[in-house]
Every structure is written in structure tokens, then in C-alpha cells.
């Protein structure tokens, strides 16, 4: 007979955040596992980037960990968008890695897979933000509150079955976002076959520059906002991080306090092209075309709307394509100002000198064709993710109810 489950307090049955032992006979040239915040996808719960350092670079000012520990960021936003995940892989089975994790060793009575899907839970972070320390911007989820949560603790042998169909679970929401991500990216490859090299120009297209086809360039504001979704009578102002992937994410969001009046000339609408003019040297000059919205959002002063002449004779999807170019995102990167260490940003100005081909209206009238069809498929896979991912977070819930 299978012994009962028991409620344990997290500190109970984990190590949090266990120092490096004297006796780790680590070399000041042994290779260790290095993660950074950045190689944490917050989206699958995996560390995307294998990356190698020496002890001697790592040993004094970053988070040291092991094989099979799991990492979970305790900074905003990191923590809200789950990123964690198990450390496997690392070279010499040592790794150090941001300030900004939490590092939980199972003890004997868990599995490191017990752990990391239980800090993966949507209730378990909530709860984390409520006992959120520090200044705005810079708040963290305390050791305190990860020792004292409460987990069940089910024998091993039904930990590994439960973590089996939770794997299973995650396995089918991996796909379906994997599917759509292919779709999306099929856009993309059919406008560089259409149009090919955005900046080699192969079929001799004349060449405008941004300035030419462009009526105007609008930005918004930045009030001082709520950090919560709007309801829906109230109105949103864009987050930075709404546009990503070339992608729009009118989720992203927060809600402009009522003492504020809406200028209804920064209002986000459909068919809008946005561009991120201050970023990130990754993300500095994504471009997002809005496929569609729910209206009362606004645009805030770090993001520009692309507004193009009628007679320009350039359709807002190939522009957004041509945008999303590798060639063309490496021109505007040039075009921004500033450091990589700090935020990148692209003027106005320097923005309407950028140099486009621009190829015969048929011709991206038959490109934008080919993408408003397979953009009503990727529709129905992201409803097909999210009932995955429901299921997904519903498997959590009741796993893990006391």
C-alpha cells in the first residue's frame, strides 16, 4: 500500500540556494555550466543557451549550483514569467549563473522535477509577487517565502507517475506552440522568396527610403500607470516588451489610471504597423504589424506607429516583412544610438533614411494574400495552445492541491 501524501514546508525538503562546498576541487581553469537570466526561456522552462566559464571568472559574484538543482528567478518580471528550470548538462556538473535565482536542491524525499513543476505553478507565483521586497522595478521574491511554502509531498513512485503526465502535458503544449511558431515563420520565408535579399535587391526594384513612403511617424505617451490589465472599460498603455518576434501582444499591457485622460490620437487600431524605437541590441526596431485589437489601448512614447502616404503604393504587410528582414533588422540596429549595456534608441530622423526596394503592388498584394491566409491558421493553432496550455495549468492545480 502506497504511503499517504504529507504537506512539507519547501525548506523541509530542499536546499535553498546551497553555497559552493569547500571540498568542490573545482580548478581555477575547470570549465563550470554559465547561465545568465537571458538563456532562461520563460515560455518552455528550459536553458536554451550551453554556455562554458571558468571557475576563476565565475567564482566570486554569480549564483553557484549544481546538476539537477532548479533555478528560479526571483526578480520582476522574470518571476511572473516563469522563468525556471533544471540545471542539466553543465560541464564538471557545477554551474553559476545570475544573483537573480533561487537555487532549490532536492533532498531525498522529491525529485528535482517534483520541484520544478510545482515553482512553475501559475498559483505558486502569484502568491511569490504577494511577498514581493524592494523598490519598484527592483523587487524580489524573498528566501523566506520559498522556505516557508507549503508543497505536498507524495511517495517517490507516485511523484515519477504524476511527473510522467505532467511531462506528457507540457510535451503537447512544446508542439502546438512549435507549430505555430513554423507558421508564422513560413510568412516570413515566403516573403524572402517572393522578394528575395532585402538589401541585395536581386530583381533591381526601385529603391525609396522609409522617409519617401511615409506620411507621418506617431508616438505615444508614457504615463505613470498601474502595473495590472485593464478592464474592460478602462484603457491599456503598451509595455516595451508588447512587441517581440515581430509579433504584437496587446496583453502586454498597463492600465492608465482614471485621473489621466486617453488622447484617442495615440490609440493602437488595426492594421497599425509598430516599430520598438528603444530597446534592447536584440529587440531595438522590431516591427509588429496589428492584425487585430480590442480597442482602448494606447501606445506609449517608446514604441512609433508607421503611417504610410496612400499613394506610397507600399502595403503596410510587406513593409512589416521587409522590416523583419535579418538584413534590414541589422541596418536599423546601426541606425540606433547609445550603448548595448544600456537601452538602444533609433531617432525619427535616422529611422526615414532607412533604404527599401520597393517590388510591384501585384505582386505584394499576392504576399499579403499568402499571409492574411496563413495568419487565420496560426489563429487556430494559438487557440489550439491555449487550450493546451489550460489543460496544462489545470494538471498543475490539481496535482499539487493539498
Given amino acids: 500500500m502506497m504511503p499517504a501524501a504529507r504537506i512539507a514546508l519547501l525548506g523541509e525538503v530542499c536546499d535553498i540556494n546551497p553555497r559552493l562546498p569547500k571540498s568542490h576541487d573545482l580548478q581555477e581553469d575547470s570549465e563550470v555550466g554559465f547561465v545568465p537570466m537571458a538563456a532562461v526561456n520563460e515560455t518552455s522552462g528550459t536553458i536554451e543557451q550551453r554556455l562554458t566559464r571558468r571557475f576563476a571568472e565565475v567564482k566570486k559574484g554569480y549564483t553557484p549550483f549544481a546538476e539537477d538543482d532548479v533555478l528560479f528567478a526571483k526578480i520582476t518580471p522574470c518571476m511572473e514569467n516563469g522563468k525556471a528550470a533544471i540545471a542539466r548538462g553543465l560541464a564538471g556538473g557545477r554551474g ?7 537555487v532549490l536542491r532536492a533532498k531525498e524525499s522529491v525529485l528535482p522535477e517534483w520541484l520544478y513543476y510545482f515553482v512553475r505553478q501559475q498559483r505558486f507565483r502569484r502568491e511569490a509577487r504577494r511577498s514581493f521586497t524592494g523598490t519598484a522595478g527592483q523587487q524580489r521574491v524573498p528566501a523566506a517565502f520559498m522556505a516557508g511554502a507549503a508543497i505536498l509531498v507524495p511517495a517517490l513512485a507516485e511523484q515519477r507517475r504524476m511527473v510522467d503526465v505532467l511531462s506528457c502535458a507540457e510535451g503537447i503544449v512544446r508542439l502546438r506552440r512549435e507549430a505555430r511558431k513554423k507558421t508564422e515563420q513560413l510568412i516570413l520565408a515566403i516573403h524572402a522568396d517572393m522578394f528575395g535579399d532585402a538589401t541585395a535587391n536581386p530583381k533591381s526594384w526601385p529603391v525609396a527610403t522609409l522617409g519617401d513612403v511615409l506620411e507621418r511617424i506617431d508616438s505615444g505617451k508614457s504615463p505613470r500607470c498601474h502595473d495590472r490589465p485593464k478592464a474592460p472599460d478602462e484603457w491599456g498603455v503598451l509595455r516595451l516588451s508588447a512587441l517581440k518576434h515581430a509579433a504584437y501582444n496587446e496583453s502586454d499591457h498597463k492600465t492608465l489610471p482614471d485621473k489621466e485622460v486617453p488622447d484617442a490620437r495615440c490609440e493602437v487600431r488595426r492594421g497599425d504597423l509598430l516599430l520598438s524605437r528603444k530597446n534592447t541590441l536584440e529587440l531595438v526596431g522590431t516591427p509588429a504589424y496589428v492584425w487585430d485589437t480590442q480597442g482602448r489601448i494606447l501606445l506609449p512614447d517608446l514604441i512609433f506607429r508607421l503611417c504610410l502616404r496612400p499613394e506610397s503604393g507600399v502595403h503596410p504587410l510587406y513593409l512589416w516583412a521587409l522590416l523583419t528582414a535579418p538584413a534590414i533588422r541589422r541596418r536599423l540596429r546601426l541606425m540606433a544610438s547609445g550603448t548595448a549595456a544600456s537601452m538602444l534608441n533609433i531617432s525619427k530622423e535616422r529611422l526615414r533614411t532607412l533604404p527599401i526596394m520597393v517590388a510591384p503592388h501585384a505582386h ?29 495549468e489545470a494538471l498543475l492545480a490539481r496535482i499539487f492541491r493539498p
Fill in 96 to 102: 553559476f549563473g545570475s544573483t537573480e535565482f533561487h
Fill in 364 to 392: 505584394q498584394q499576392a504576399f499579403a494574400e499568402h499571409a492574411t491566409a496563413l495568419h487565420s491558421i496560426s489563429l487556430q493553432q494559438q487557440a489550439a495552445l491555449a487550450n493546451a496550455e489550460a489543460t496544462f
